[in-house]
Structure formats: C-alpha cells, structure tokens
C-alpha cells in the first residue's frame, strides 16, 4: 500500500500551514500504524495535535485534529514587523530641482 507521494506532501503542507498560522509548532509526520493511510504530528509548545489521512473513507475529512482548530498557548500574536519600512522614502530629489536655465 503506497499513496501517491505528491499528494502526500501537500497535504502535510496544507495542515502544516494552518497550524502555524495558530502559532503551533510542529513535529514531523509520522504514520500513526503500519499500513494505515494515517499520518500524525504535534505542536512542541501545547501538545495538540495534527493529524492528516491521505486515503480518507467517502464523507471522512483529510485532515484534522486540534492544532488546526486551538490557538497555540505559546501564540502571542506580536506582529509589528510590518510598521519599520514607512520612513526610507525622503531622500530622492525630485526632477525640477536640476531645471536650470
Ligand atoms: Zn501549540
């Protein structure tokens, strides 16, 4: 039993995503029993976990599990990254200051 090994990643990828944008931090995958289509991961901060099945029942999800669902204990939600680059743009002379006649 083999699943198709592109479909695979992007699933991981997919729930990996979603758990870090809770602030988990996640483990690696790994098959959660021989032979099942199941795979499994947890957040090293709170434990929750992540759990993806590549070869789901009809009606059954492909992923799911806490992390994709709870807020990271450990998320303090600081983003304020983005104000830093507002003053850098002063410096240029414009055109008309080099109009000489
Ligand atoms: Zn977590």
Known sequence: MD???AERESLMEGAQQLAEQRGHA??????????LSIFQCQCMHCGKTVVI???PDPGE??????????????FDGDQDDAKA??????ESAPDW?????
């Open 61 to 74: 999800k492909d992923m799911y599990g806490e992390a994709l669902i709870i807020i990271c204990i450990e």
């Open 85 to 90: 680059n507002d003053r850098a743009a002063d």
């Open 26 to 35: 996640l483990t690696a995958f790994v098959r959660v029993e021989q032979g």
């Open 53 to 55: 099945d590549v070869n």
């Open 97 to 101: 200051a080099r109009a000489r006649t």
């Open 3 to 5: 699943y198709c090994r």
